[in-house]
């Protein structure tokens, strides 16, 4: 076939993805995490970075707080707390389900609050303290959450369980008197299409006196 | 110990709470490059030109391939030979590939495929089953004659039901989208890693591609995030595009579909027609079904002609039924071909036949539990293909089960009183709760027109220490295979569970052992496993019979005591120290194997000093199936497992809105290997039934639409016939606000033939939860859902025709009725 360009022609796309329209918009807000009324640990706006040391137009230089430990990293600026996490730091427990804010697959903790890290630009996420499920256990000890995971059968794929653990975790670090209506509620923008909800929140019931303790 | 039957934690769940399963896209290869795919904007059109200058001046681009450059035949081998890798000439498919690329990064891989200017001439598309049909666009036609139905249906003494049900796309929603990786290997050969169901299916499909032999093709199955059958085809495509670009760059590439790509492109359950008629005796006799049945198969085949096989053996349900008449049809349009979903043809065709039973009853003057029972399918009884049931039917126990559980009379009673209490509330309560019933049945395995995929293969190597690995060619998809595999061999072989290990699938393992579908799993890779541990344990009986392992176990105990005070650590394996932890805390503390566990070892060890060979490939092949292409009749299947659930749910008449407020559900599974795996698996059905019948549907755009006239993200309109909710956020699944309160119960009618009993029970779970729901809003308000999902708009314009369709009969009376509703 010819290689030119033609006038008449089209290509496809699809919609853009909550990555691309980061990228397209540059450095510009990110919304974040499911909107609630009840304070269960979930954040509710997004957190920005005020003064970032510029590489050059596309790039930065950053400080990540991650699970107790410090990065200092370039990075581009369109880059996602998830991307930086996951390729960057090697933290790849943190799993990609739509990169939109839309199944909670990427759910990290950030300053105690369970946030979408596909959602949050890794630039905004420097002077927060992070948490992903590769800091839970401490020691080679599985966390009372993990634990109860397991006793549980909470799980089947498996790819939802990062996300779950950590909204569980912010929320009952947060108020381990959670109720379970409450719990279900915490974890409600988390899917799992594996439909484990009913064993995650026995789980979580397991594990929340536990947790009260500590 | 036995283990089979223990409710046992899964081996692959340590990892999985830990977030160190390695998926498909958590793995990266040195100077790996990513892929981009150039995709149909159009339903149907002609190829006039495809222009990549300006995208082959993108920095970090590597490769562009189009379809002349295929070295292999541009073909994804299926049943039929018709759906090419890139479309060369004729795009037929909204999202059909047409090009790809593969550059440093995903960005520039993305930036390129934009560059990439392709010239269509639109071509006339069909976009409805219907068009298709009128156009004889047949992908298959299948037939069932039994009997004599035209006779039935002509007398006067029967009741007769007849309606058209209409079933939409359901989305797989695997939370991990498709995604593979190919690693070109030193020798020439390439290595696929991938979320997938199906290694072989893979394999066979990147053969096809590359023009290599299939020795040189090797696939390897990561931790997949979910398949529900999604990835039992569909994966062959994307795993053929990195298969190809690594080939043409030499360079390792990663393909992950976006959320929005993988629901537009990859494979879905085909929206089903049914026109249902059926005759009952008025004493409550199921006599004869009329069906004619269509699947929307898309562009190709694919899959379709099997899935549709599946339906039309199940088309009269779980009940006795002797004359039928059925046609059904797969039928080509230009969209995205639908393929594999748990069910498989099933939950379609029986969304029809559940409902129609409840009509029938109703019309009888029966309970609809009661015309259930009355017909349902016993040992000696023929299913709708005139199989004889010798063994293994348990579906009256389901039925019992249920009843029993949900003290389905009391409540029957309190529901119709607590409904009377809310219309007579002051103002009215608009909530109504109603019970509904759902059956079906599911003949395991691949069944007669499965041929060659039919047999399993798997190999079971003893290490000197006792340590055991097992290597399958079925895949662990979340549905617990490794749990329930490690457990069949861990009582195959009488040694402790922690000293098995089931390797991940890979093709240079075992032979080709089918896919992993149709709840075939337990049943076949399981008589695998059995096979290769009886010929392993009857070399080491020769030996062992009659040894005293006293001494030998003495010895190898003190042998660990002297190296622990060197301060060397227990070999247990970590899984095995933090699972047993919270069970029995003593055990953490001693840290010492099992009396049986020394048993195991010091025999091992005997065997390794006797040179007896501790290695074998198991081999299992199902019992003989028969089927007749004229009649559609023969022992379809080796065996069915059963199902019946209840659900009660609450309808508000003032928005259309339902909640599920319970569920119960009973399975006959032969024999639960491991209740708790078991349990998951239906819970995980049910939810995803609910999803079918309440939520989930593919919206598409139609030429005059509204829709249509909404902006891509590249400013045009939407063209008829793309899937308009590709999202999260517009494809909707059941979150955990969702889910009601689920009673799984199980049911043990042992299957002689498979492994400790078993059956299969991965999809029966799904099956008939939507034909329930919409019996229990049938229930609660009296309207008469043919369509699902039953979503609230659609519950509310049923209502508003039903209280008017009221009006106008009795206008009198029309006041109170549509109060009463
Ligand atoms: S990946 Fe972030 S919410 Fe889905
Ligand atoms: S376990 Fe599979 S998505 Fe939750």
């Known amino acids: ?214 | 110990m036995r283990t089979v039957g223990e409710r046992i934690a899964r081996p692959d769940s340590l990892d999985k709470v830990q977030g160190t399963a390695q998926y498909v896209d958590d793995l990266s290869f040195g100077a790996m490059l990513h892929a981009a795919v150039v995709r149909s904007p159009l339903a149907h059109g002609r190829i006039k030109k495809i222009s990549t200058a300006a995208a082959r001046r993108i920095r970090g681009v590597h490769a562009i391939l189009t379809a002349q450059d295929i070295p292999g035949q541009n073909l994804i081998p299926m049943i039929q030979p018709d759906q090419p890798l890139l479309a060369a000439g004729e795009v037929r498919h909204i999202g059909e590939a047409v090009a790809l690329v593969a550059a440093e990064t995903k960005s520039a891989a993305e930036e390129a495929a934009r560059a990439i200017t392709v010239d269509y001439e639109a071509l006339p598309a069909i976009l409805t089953l219907e068009e298709g049909f009128a156009k004889r666009e047949i992908v298959q036609h299948w037939k069932l004659r039994r009997g004599r139905p035209c006779d039935i249906f002509s007398r006067h003494d029967v009741v007769v039901v007849e309606n058209t049900y209409q079933t939409p796309y359901q989305e797989h929603a695997y939370i991990e989208t498709n995604g593979m990786i190919a690693v070109p290997e030193t020798d020439g050969g390439i290595t696929v890693y991938g979320s997938l169901q199906c290694p072989f299916y893979v394999q066979k499909a990147v053969a096809s591609v590359t023009g290599m032999k299939m020795n040189h093709c090797r696939v390897i199955q990561t931790v997949t995030g979910g398949g529900f059958g999604g990835k039992e085809d569909a994966p062959g495509l994307p795993a053929a595009m990195v298969a190809l670009l690594a080939q043409a760059t030499g360079r390792p590439v990663k393909y992950i579909l976006s959320r929005e790509e993988d629901m537009q492109v990859m494979s879905k359950r085909h929206p089903g027609k049914i026109v249902y008629r059926s005759a009952a005796s008025h004493d409550g006799i199921l006599l004869a079904v009329d069906v004619d049945y269509f699947l929307d198969a898309g562009a190709y085949a694919t899959l379709s002609p099997v899935v549709l096989w599946r339906g039309i053996n199940h088309a009269a349900g779980p009940y006795r039924c002797e004359h039928v008449r059925v046609d059904a049809y797969a039928i080509r349009t230009h969209k995205v071909p639908c393929g594999a979903f748990r069910g498989f043809g099933e939950p379609q065709i029986v969304f029809a036949h559940e409902r129609q039973m409840d009509l029938l009853a109703e019309r009888i003057g029966l309970d609809a539990l009661q015309f259930r029972e009355k017909n349902a399918l016993e040992t000696g009884d023929h299913t709708v293909t005139e199989h004889e049931l010798k063994e293994s039917v348990g579906f009256k126990d389901t039925i019992i089960e249920v009843r029993r559980a949900s003290n389905y009379d009391r409540l029957k009673l309190e529901i119709e009183k607590s409904n009377g209490a809310r219309i007579s509330e002051n103002p009215p309560n608009p909530k109504r709760r109603g019970l509904g019933w759902g059956c079906c049945y599911y003949g395991v395995g691949l069944g007669a027109r499965g041929g060659y995929l039919n047999p399993a293969g798997a190999s079971v190597v003893i290490s000197s220490d006792g340590s055991v690995n097992v290597a399958v060619g079925t895949t662990e998809i979340g549905q617990g295979m490794i749990t329930v595999l490690s457990q069949i061999a861990a009582d195959a072989l009488g040694c402790p569970l922690e000293f098995i290990r089931i390797m991940p699938p890979d093709t240079s393992r075992v032979p080709d052992s089918g896919p992993t579908v149709a709840s075939r799993t337990t049943l076949m890779s399981g008589n695998a496993i059995a096979d290769a541990c009886r010929q392993i344990k009857s070399r080491m009986a020769a030996v062992c019979a009659d040894y005293d392992f006293s001494k030998i176990i003495a010895e190898m105990k003190s042998q660990a005591v002297a190296a622990s005070a060197r301060g060397e650590t227990h070999p247990k394996s970590d899984f095995h120290r933090i699972v047993t932890s919270s069970y029995t805390p003593s055990n953490r503390a001693s840290g010492h194997w099992s009396e049986e566990a020394w048993l195991w070892k010091a025999t091992i060890q005997r065997c390794v000093q006797n040179m007896v060979q501790l290695s074998a490939h198991g081999w299992a092949v199902p019992p003989q199936t028969t089927y007749d292409g004229e009649t559609g009749l023969g022992d379809v299947y080796v065996t069915y497992s059963y199902s019946t659930n209840l659900v009660e749910v609450e309808v508000d008449i003032e928005t259309g809105e339902t909640t599920v407020l319970k569920v119960w559900t009973a399975h006959d599974v032969g024999k639960a290997i491991n209740p708790q795996t078991g349990e998951g698996q239906i819970e995980g059905g049910v939810v995803q039934g609910i999803g079918y019948g309440l939520l989930e549907e593919h919206v598409l755009a139609t030429d005059g639409s509204k829709a249509a006239t909404r902006k891509t993200g590249k400013g045009g309109p939407f063209p008829p016939g793309r899937i308009l909710n590709d999202q999260f956020s517009t494809y909707i699944i059941p979150t955990p606000m969702d889910i009601p309160e689920i009673h799984s119960l199980i049911v043990e009618h042992a299957f002689p033939y498979g492994p400790f009993g078993a059956k299969g029970l991965g999809e029966t779970p799904i099956i008939a939860v939507a034909p329930a729901l919409v019996n229990a809003i049938a229930n609660a308000t009296g309207i008469q859902l043919r369509e699902i999902p039953a979503t609230p708009e659609r519950v509310w314009q049923a209502l508003k025709q039903e209280a008017s369709r009221r009006t106008q009969q009795s206008p009198r009376r029309s006041r109170k009725a549509a109060s009463a509703i």
């Open chain 1, 1 to 214: 076939m010819p290689e030119e360009k033609s006038p008449q022609s089209t290509s496809e796309k699809f919609t853009l993805s909550r990555r691309e329209f980061v990228a397209t918009v540059g450095g510009a807000a990110a919304t974040s995490a499911v909107l609630s009324t009840v304070d269960l640990g979930v954040l509710e706006t997004p957190v920005f970075a005020a003064e970032t040391p510029p590489v050059d137009k596309f790039h930065s230089l950053i400080t990540l707080r991650v699970n107790g430990d410090t990065h200092r990293l370039v990075i581009d600026n369109r880059a996602t707390l998830a991307d930086v996490l996951r390729t960057e730091l090697g933290l790849t427990g943190t799993k990609i389900g739509c990169s939109r804010g839309e199944c909670g697959a990427c759910t990290v903790i950030m300053d105690g609050r369970a946030v979408y890290s596909c959602s949050i630009l890794a630039v905004d996420a420097q002077h927060g303290k992070i948490e992903t499920i590769e800091g839970m256990a401490v020691g080679g000890r599985l966390h009372p959450l993990q634990q109860a995971f397991l006793d549980h059968d909470a799980m089947q794929c498996g790819f939802c369980i990062p996300g779950q653990l950590m909204a569980l975790k912010a929320a009952l670090d947060r108020n381990p008197n959670l109720s379970r209506e409450e719990l279900r509620y915490a974890i409600s923008g988390n899917i799992c299409r594996c439909g484990c909800y009913a064993n995650i929140i026995d789980a979580a019931e397991q594990a929340r006196p536990v947790m009260k303790k500590v």
